[in-house]
């Protein structure tokens, strides 16, 4: 017990040789060290849940998310950590708040940041659901895009081809006609279109030659659309347009499970929308209150240091704190006056050798002139 203690006492960023005479601040102190700890919790697993989809599909995408994890716990722990213990109880309350403001508002974007991955996994199944929704719908306009773009960069062979289906149509439709009026004309059945005549005459010749006629003029079209219809195939196969299809459940279903950050983030923004574009309020109430509730969390060891009172602690750090200047004054007081010691040392000693040079040069012309 005492060690988990001494652990929140540390997560606290509390001074534990001084926090240790006051049996009255340690609740205080392990209660802001468990919140900051479980807060850097959360924000580790909300970092490696958002690292794991960054990588999805690598074989080491766990690793990756387990290493980067703990290197966020690690960071907002450590920001955490600071903000709390570098919050000043000396001063008034609109001076604590004051000070705390830029704290506070790290705090929120702290939050929110850590906030945002752990609604993913939250609201994971629809946000699976609107994936495939998405993709599907993607797929769709992709395929109209494909068959819109043959459409227009094929048009003459289309038309052409559309032409020759017409001309197919009407050549089976008149030879059926002359086949049925030719053997009326054999058979002779006395209309309009025959002469009546019975046998293969005159007249039943002239509807074989035009029968024929026809006949090969369909054989030909046949043929020539046959050859369009293979072009066309061919030019499809090229573009595209036979090899795109609509994803299947199983698919779709992969294509959700390996989604990115980006796609799912997407995703759970449009949760909040209807299918006309209205909000949906229920859905946008329930993120709002998540997130709400992680930058209230990340924001709680602010707010205890700011609402508990002035405890013998803080009083105890203060003057710590006024002591520790006041040893650095001293001891900078100290480095100068031995500074200076050594200063004007250094300064006799060039001063004395200074005068012997300038003797021993002055005995030395004084020697040379004699001679001289």
Known sequence: ??????????????????????????????????????????????GGYAMYFVFAGNPLAEVFAVIFGLIWG?????????????????????QQILQASPRILLAIMIGIVISRPLELKI?????????????LKGQHRKIDTLQKTYTEKYAMELGKNGDLKKEKDSLETDINRTRYQLNQEVFGDKTNQTSGIVGYGTYAK???????????????????????????????????????????????????????????????????????GTRDLDTYLAESF????????????????LMSPKGPYDVAVSKLYEADIHYAE???????????????????????????????????????????
């Open 1 to 46: 017990m005492k060690k988990i203690t001494r652990f929140f006492w540390f997560c606290s960023g509390a001074h534990i040789g001084t926090l240790k005479k006051y049996p009255i601040e340690h609740n205080k102190y392990v209660g802001i060290g468990a919140t900051i700890f479980f807060t850097a919790l959360f924000a580790a697993l909300s």
């Open 74 to 94: 690690t960071a907002i722990f450590n920001m955490d950590r600071y903000i709390v213990s570098s919050i000043d109880k000396q001063g008034t309350t609109n």
């Open 123 to 135: 609201f994971d199944k629809e946000i699976r659901q609107k994936l495939k929704t998405a993709y």
């Open 206 to 276: 002239q509807k074989q030659a035009i029968l024929q006629e026809k006949e090969d003029r369909l054989k030909t079209v046949t043929d020539d659309q046959a050859k369009m219809d293979q072009y066309l195939s061919s030019r499809k196969d090229y573009e595209g347009v036979n090899n795109i299809r609509l994803f299947n459940d199983h698919q779709l279903d992969s294509l959700s499970n390996v989604a990115g950050f980006s796609d799912r983030n997407w995703a759970l923004g449009q949760l909040s929308y209807n299918e006309n």
């Open 290 to 305: 998540i997130s709400f509730l992680f930058i209230l969390f990340e924001c709680l060891p602010v707010f205890v240091k």
């Open 330 to 372: 001293r001891d900078k007081e100290r480095n100068i006056e031995v500074t200076d010691s050594v200063y004007d040392h250094h300064l006799e000693e060039e001063i004395q050798k200074q005068k012997k040079i300038i003797s021993a040069q002055s005995d030395y012309d004084l020697e040379r002139h004699r001679y001289d």
